[in-house]
């Protein structure tokens, strides 16, 4: 039966609004097709049931295993042990040293024992390297001499295990807790022999008491693990279906049918979604829940119940299903756009790993000690929805109510772009029906070179980022300490802007592209964009401040941070100022802004992607830098930086608004401790170093809305989809 019959049947579409039967038939026949497939119905009904029930069963096991297992220990030297109080007892540690199980077993060896030409130090060793004892105690001569007793620090034993060796590892953790023992009954003996009271080693006792409600500390260990696994279970949930949804009909020869019918793209993507999204919130319910009545019985059974688990509130895990859809219908949206990109399953998956280790790091983010719902944590995707679900389970309704409008909108634009990025893969024949031609290293090669653009193409700009934030993590980890002086300085900065900047921009323009200046987009603009923006740099600058001071605000900056750059800023103020903004305002405005509003724009702006020449460029510039404050603020000023590049279609003005930007920046402490008239109306000396006058700061944001007025009056150049050759 035709998978799109009814479609087919229907009269011609007389509108292009998206109609609600439609996206139902589809969403019905995805999944009737799915819930036929026994691959789905294992992995996502039958496989949760089964894995969190083995996977129990399996840790009773394990537990039994190592509650049988009798820890062997050899204690060479007992004689040498004359001390009061007793540590042994016959051929054992005495009863109230030891934790009270059978399952220690202990062999008394002398030094006379060992065999002859063997030493105690290469015998001890043997034992333990061969697993015939899994620790050995060591007690030397003279262990109990008048001067050398076991209260005195010489009196030195020794216990010898192997790392490599878990046994060896409990063993020696079971020794050194029954010598702390013996050693705290020593020094007690010996202080009552000696008439102290050992209550003046213990002056004061205190009580630990936990405030929370009841239901707090039940949900302490379940709001924290049991959203974590929804998530991840959500996220994987979306991806089988998603692959089979679209790469899969494409090897059916089922995908053509259906784009073939009435039914609209925007259509066809809101039912395939429905159905990933259903997929999606089933396998992480059912996850959830044979994971709850697994863990209650294992825990109950292998004794480590208590109240730091608890058993989950079932009425404030509620949350997590509400929360659980637009998480659902997120991942869900994204994988569908990865995966209609594939031209098979098989490489559907190869495409779906990366995204899944792109957005796993945010759904671990909320499990770091101190992480907790707040204005900045609310502003990261995913994150943000996980500490919120966190909040109304464990009761803070308070705080959950507060962030909520931020974890909302943060959540609905991420699921938006999500969903539109899916729309324009099904919108884009390229991408469902292109790439079907076999690819041979050498034909490539031949293709690079002999079909070079003036510009470079949307993949070579995505490789020419993603080698120079690949550049720029390894030349950060290779720098051993921050520089503390101008050659140290100037050293850096070149190494970084040049060599993992501006280098790999230049020889991936000279050997791909056929023009340097068309593919950095080196060109004259109208005269009057150049003072605009140096004003705009200028204007803009009180803005930027603020901007970073509320990013400082909401992420703030570790002690540990601030000391390791102290240095550094020391020497910014004792430099010569030409030097300072020659290194840190002309080179970096120069270098980056060839490298990303130049080659990587000139490359993302091409087929129409004005949006996203914007938005990645902005993201991989902000990325470039070191500290997270920095790269928001950074990230926030490649924003206006690519609009700008866009409206003016050059390089140009952007190399002119970020060098202003960043001479200001380092220049502003200078400028408002020197003796220039009229600089006292600009600048004011604070506790927190130089800042802007008020007056200055309202009078420069009309300023800069008249600059922003004048690049909106422009008219963006016309871009060749094919040749990327720009045009007034």
Known sequence: MNRSHDLLTQPERTSNKPRFSAILLIYVREMRDQLRDRRTLFTIALLPIMLYPLVGTLLLQIAQFTQQHTTTVCVVGSENIQGVPPLLEGDAFCEHYTDGSNNLSLLLRGVDDLAEGDTLADATNRWVRDGTFDAVLIFPPHFSE?????????????????????????????????????????????????????????????????????????????????????????????????????????????????LCSPALRSEIVWGKLGAVASFSMLTAILNAASMLLTSSFVFQQIGVSGASLGAPPLIPMLWLFVALIPLSCLFSALALAVAAMARSSKEGQYYLMPLMMVTLPLVLLPMLPGMNLSAGTSLIPVTGMFLLVRSLVEGQYGDALLHLPLVFGVTAGCLWLAVTWAKRQFENEAVLFGGQEQWELGLWVKHLWRDRQPVSTIAQAYACGAIILVALFFGRLAATSVPEDLAGITKMILSSQLGFILAPALLMSVMLTTSLRTSFRIRLPHWLCFPMAVALGLTMHPLYLALGKWIEYTYPVSDKAVQAMQPFLEQIETVPWFSIVFLMALIPALCEELAFRGFIFGGLVRQGGRLRAIVVTALMFGISHGFLQQSIAASCMGILLGWIALRTGSVLPCILVHFTNNALSVSMARLSESNVSGMHLFFTTTQNGAAYQPVWFLLSTGLAITCLLYFATLRSPVIDSNAGVNSL
């Open 146 to 258: 008048p001067d050398s007793n076991p209260g005195d620090p010489k009196a030195t034993a020794q216990v010898l295990y192997s790392v490599a060796s878990d046994e060896s590892q409990i063993a020696m953790n079971r020794v050194t807790d029954i010598l702390n023992n013996w050693k705290a009954t020593c020094v007690a003996e010996s202080l009552a022999a000696s008439g102290i009271d050992m209550k003046m080693l213990e002056p004061f006792q205190w009580d630990n008491v936990d405030l929370s409600p009841e239901r707090t500390r039940e949900a302490a260990f379940w709001s924290k693990m049991l959203p974590f696994i929804m998530l991840v279970w959500a996220m994987t949930g979306a991806f089988y279906p998603a692959i089979d949804l679209v790469a899969g009909e494409k090897e059916r020869g089922t995908l053509e049918t259906l």
